[in-house]
């Protein structure tokens, strides 16, 4: 195949990676019809159809899934080579691509790499912002974030923050009316703001341990959210429990904007740790960055 047809391959892979032309059009920086053209000029040149399209959805043929398999690990494996030509120049250089929960980015990435980025200009690092377990193999990511007990067992893992505590607090004017709950069972006759879940749409089960005996329990209430920052700003307004990282309520805690309930019920989790495949190690720049994130506890 003509050299020139490469970005036509890129094309493909974009859009079954995504099952998606339009977000695949928004990653690549051209337009849709424009995408679609793409695609259709490199099924015609193959002589097979490599997408099936609905009204709805995308998704790669037997013979789709087969090129993927074939082209996907290979421009990867350009990618990890163009990067680590960042070694032969005087100061490191690249793009580190993290994805990471908003919880983690704004209280552990963000402070660190404020610090540190200003040392070296010529490393660049984007943030993806995602409270799924994402595969950061397959979405091309240098590496993730996640807590503890949900690292896979075959990558590197550094930790780069203290346990998490999770609290359950209100606003004083919250108990005016309702007089706080003594067991997480008690939850049930309350207001609670619930946490919609990236992972199949589900809420958060609000987690409770105490002298080794762990207890899930399923809350209602009025207000539902899939962001932290707009749960805090709930509870904050008096509309409800929440069930928050004790670093982001300390503050107001403190402050005696929030009071903390079921105190003796609150679990403590392995904190966040950065983890990435094994072939990143050799990059420069990726180290630095690993370096400046880890937890010196």
Known sequence: ??????????????????????????????SQSALSHTIRRLEMRLGVRLLTRTT?????????????RTVEPRFAEIDAELAALGALRDKPAGTIRISAAEHA????????????????????VEININNGLTDIVADRFDAGVRLGEQLAKDMIAVRIAPDLKMVVVGAPEYFFKLTAPKTPQDLATHNCINLR????????????????????????????????????????GGFGLACLPEDIARQHIASGKLKQILKEWSPTFQGYHLYYPSRRQSLPAFALVVEALRYPG
């Open 56 to 68: 709805r959805s995308v998704s790669a043929t037997d013979a789709g899934e087969r090129l993927l």
């Open 105 to 124: 980015a704004n209280t552990v990435l963000w402070p660190k790499l404020a610090k540190f980025l200003p040392q070296y200009p010529d490393i660049n």
């Open 197 to 236: 879940l990236p992972t199949l749409g589900g809420l958060y089960a609000w987690e409770f341990e105490k002298q080794g005996h762990k207890l899930n329990v399923r809350v209602e209430g009025q207000l539902i959210f899939n962001s932290t920052t707009q749960i805090l700003q709930a509870v904050l």
């Open 1 to 30: 195949m003509p050299r020139e047809n490469f970005n036509d391959l890129m094309a493909f892979v974009a859009v079954a990676r995504e099952g998606s032309f339009t977000r695949a059009a928004a990653q690549l920086g051209v």
